[in-house]
């Protein structure tokens, strides 16, 4: 069964915390993303990525940055944690790219407060 | 600029059927999808189109008319583990996907 494995469900950090957010695909999928998800709001991208060592801004990069040193990791860096960033932060990845089958798997997503 | 449209929210009884639609204005179309998410947990893939027409799959079916900027999803047979949100989304020119803010589905027994 594939899978999209988000290390944390529920965070809660300080305002100014260095936070990390990991994401972890095991279906050597090259294509990797993670969004925000707020309550009466599409789900907005932040980061995503193509390929090893590669990263694009997405719709809402500020404030936000990314790691993605091997094929299955993805990691989402909040370099300091603002109350504006409380959200739910959902990874995905993908096979295709640039096709309109493009086909997302999602994490189970990671719930941060920021206090 | 692009937007998608759904309602909010939907109550629907069990074993009924219920229509959740879309409307869409986008640059450029290159298919559009339905993703189901549960309270809680990750949204899980249901369907993609990219002609007009119905696609079904199951108790399940997602209608697209292009030429409308219209798409709905169809879910027959009602059953209390269909309660969830629906995520409508659309593939763009540059095959970045537009998401709306999703339809929460409330099934009553």
């Known amino acids: 069964d594939v899978k999209v494995t988000q290390s944390s469900r529920y965070l809660v950090k300080r305002t100014g915390e260095k936070v990390f957010l990991e994401c972890v695909q095991d279906?050597?999928?090259?294509?990797m993303f993670w969004y925000r998800q707020d309550p009466g709001l599409g789900l907005r991208l932040i980061y995503f990525?193509?390929?090893?060592?590669?990263?694009e801004k997405g719709d809402i990069p500020e404030g936000y940055s990314v790691s993605r040193e091997k094929k299955e990791r993805f990691s989402l860096i909040l370099e300091s944690a603002s109350t504006n960033q409380t959200s739910m932060y959902l990874c995905?990845?993908?096979?295709?790219?640039?096709?309109?089958?493009?086909?997302?798997?999602f994490g189970a997503g990671s719930r941060l407060t920021v206090l | 600029g692009q937007n998608i449209d759904q309602p909010t929210e939907m109550t629907a009884t069990e074993g009924a059927i219920v229509q959740i639609n879309c409307t869409y204005q986008?640059?450029?179309?290159?298919?559009l999808f339905w993703y189901q998410q549960h309270a809680g947990e990750a949204p899980t893939f249901l369907s993609y189109?990219?002609l007009d027409g119905l696609e079904e799959k199951g108790r399940f079916s997602s209608f697209l008319s292009r030429s409308k900027g219209y798409s709905y999803l169809l879910l027959k047979e009602l059953q209390m583990k269909d309660s969830a949100s629906y995520l409508c989304?659309?593939?763009?020119?540059?095959?970045?996907?537009?998401w709306g803010a999703g339809t929460k589905l409330i099934i009553k027994p």
């Open positions: 995905a990845s993908s096979l295709l790219r640039d096709s309109g089958a493009n086909v997302l798997t």
């Open positions: 279906m050597d999928h090259e294509n």
């Open positions: 990525s193509y390929d090893v060592k590669m990263k």
């Open positions: 986008t640059s450029g179309f290159n298919g």
């Open positions: 189109n990219v």
């Open positions: 989304a659309v593939m763009d020119s540059n095959y970045q996907l537009i």
